[in-house]
């Protein structure tokens, strides 16, 4: 059975300051890897996403991902934080051979001015 | 481009009484999704439709919850009768059928079972 780990339920950084939101995924064989943004009442967007290729993943507003294979983390990443980047960020994984996504249990990311 | 269309956005019902839900996924998107959404958690997914055809529904409880696209198009998501336990936002997700494909999100309809 697949799985996603998001071992931080919130994460708190200074704007301008860069962010790191962590994902790590249990699955049978090669993975593809999602990140998605939640806004309050409001369904989730998609950010980026790893299919193949380059380990580094850029996406929307400025975020990229990194894949990592051996640690089996696909950690989310943006240089410079925004107040407005704060929200709920949802990693999920879906294994190559089949249409589910599982997703993670999200985290909460505060930008303070 | 119209997203993903789902209504009501909010619904207030008394528990035992039925309540159905409507999606409208976006133009051309084969795959259709029903997740629920508890608070504090991530969305887990109930029924997965490719087509007209449920392709998982293995997470879905069929003895009170049931869904339909019969034209392979709009969803609808019926709960007969509601516990308490439903509570939560029920999303409705569509993609290209395809395994790389992101998944598209309506905003969600919030279900409060009194």
């Known amino acids: 059975a697949q799985s996603v780990a998001q071992p931080e339920d919130q994460v708190n950084v200074a704007e301008g300051n860069p962010l790191t939101v962590k994902c790590t995924y249990s699955v049978s064989g090669n993975p593809y890897l999602f990140w998605y943004v939640q806004y309050p009442n409001r369904g989730l967007q998609f950010l980026l996403k790893?299919?193949?290729?380059?380990?580094l993943v850029k996406g929307s507003y400025g975020f990229e991902a990194e894949f990592n294979k051996s640690q089996t983390s696909f950690h989310l990443k943006k240089p410079s934080a925004l107040v407005s980047d704060s929200a709920l960020y949802f990693c999920a994984v879906r294994p190559t051979n089949a249409g589910k996504s599982t997703f993670g249990d999200g985290t909460t990311l505060t930008v303070k001015p | 481009e119209a997203g993903v269309v789902q209504s009501p956005r909010y619904k207030i019902i008394e528990k035992k009484q039925p309540v159905a839900f409507w999606c409208n996924p976006i133009s051309g998107h084969n795959t259709l999704y029903w997740y629920l959404q508890n608070l504090g958690q991530g969305p887990e997914l109930l029924i997965r439709?490719?087509?007209?055809?449920?392709?998982?529904d293995s997470q879905l409880p069929k003895d009170r919850f049931s869904a339909e696209r019969l034209k392979g198009v709009d969803s609808t998501l019926k709960i007969q009768p509601a516990e308490l336990g439903d509570s939560a936002v029920y999303l409705c997700?569509?993609?290209?059928?395809?395994?790389?494909?992101?998944?598209?999100f309506g905003e969600g309809s919030r279900l409060t079972v009194l």
């Open positions: 997700a569509s993609s290209q059928s395809t395994n790389t494909g992101e998944l598209f």
């Open positions: 439709y490719e087509n007209e055809e449920a392709v998982d």
């Open positions: 790893y299919i193949t290729g380059d380990n």
